[in-house]
């Protein structure tokens, strides 16, 4: 469904990316894996049109993205739950899972999507007329990755789910990531907890430094010396579901 070819890019002097490649089959989850400013961020930036790649190519279901504006990537079908979550606090529940739905038109399966969110995620449903700032930090998360599921996307990029988030809920997290995929949902999950997401990723990339350092399947990755050493020592169990 993705690939990512030989994508260099920069900030300024900085090379954020130097030539990674990657895939994303559809109906998979792939894990992108590594330390804070290995790239992973920059890699989802510049598949959202958010990063301008110096070179390489993005092929989005057989089509060249990479140059093409965000709103041209959102209606192809590609949503991103970014870092931070980035909701609007102000704004309901509700509010902020309408605002994913912004460029759709077709009314009755936008109420249907509603309420499989409702169903996905019901503390959602419980606070849906609460303002999304009063929201801890846990269902802020959700409210991050259902509205970003309101455009109804074929590829779901999650940058960092997990990220502050307590044990428990990280374990809810992964369960409802795990959902969505089995209802066909195609993820690429960025994480730093690597333990966590290689136990549900079908395949992993490792970056560092702005390069894949190590790819295989999720059992391979989790076995190898040398991510065991760097990235698992301290990582906490989790076990989705």
Request: charge should be neutral.
């Amino acid at each position: 469904m993705l690939e990512v070819l030989n994508l260099h890019v920069s900030y300024g002097a900085v090379r954020a990316l130097d030539g990674v490649s990657f895939e994303v089959p559809q109906g998979g989850i792939v894990a992108l894996l590594g330390a804070n400013g290995s790239g992973k961020t920059t890699a989802l930036r510049a598949i959202t049109g958010l990063a301008a790649p110096l070179e390489g190519r993005i092929v989005f279901a057989g089509q060249e993205i990479q140059g093409r504006p965000t709103h041209e990537i959102i209606r192809a079908g590609i949503a991103l739950a970014p870092e931070g979550r980035r909701i609007f606090a102000n704004l309901t529940v509700y509010e902020n899972l309408l605002l994913g739905a912004y460029f759709r038109r077709d009314q009755p399966a936008l109420t249907q999507d509603l309420d499989f969110l409702y169903d996905t995620f019901p503390r959602l449903a419980e606070r849906r007329t609460q303002a999304a700032g009063t929201l801890s930090g846990g269902e802020q998360q959700m409210l991050a990755v259902g509205r970003a599921l309101m455009s109804r996307p074929r590829l779901l990029l999650l940058d960092e789910p997990s990220l502050g988030l307590a044990p428990l809920l990280v374990r809810e997290v992964f369960h409802i990531i795990t959902r969505l995929n089995q209802r066909g949902v195609t993820i690429l999950l960025v994480e730093q907890n690597a333990a966590a997401a290689l136990k549900i990723a079908r395949h992993g990339y490792v970056l560092e430094t702005g390069r894949v350092a190590l790819a295989g399947s999720g059992a391979e990755l989790l076995a190898h010396p040398r991510l065991k050493q760097v990235y698992l020592g301290d990582a906490p169990e989790t076990t989705p579901g």
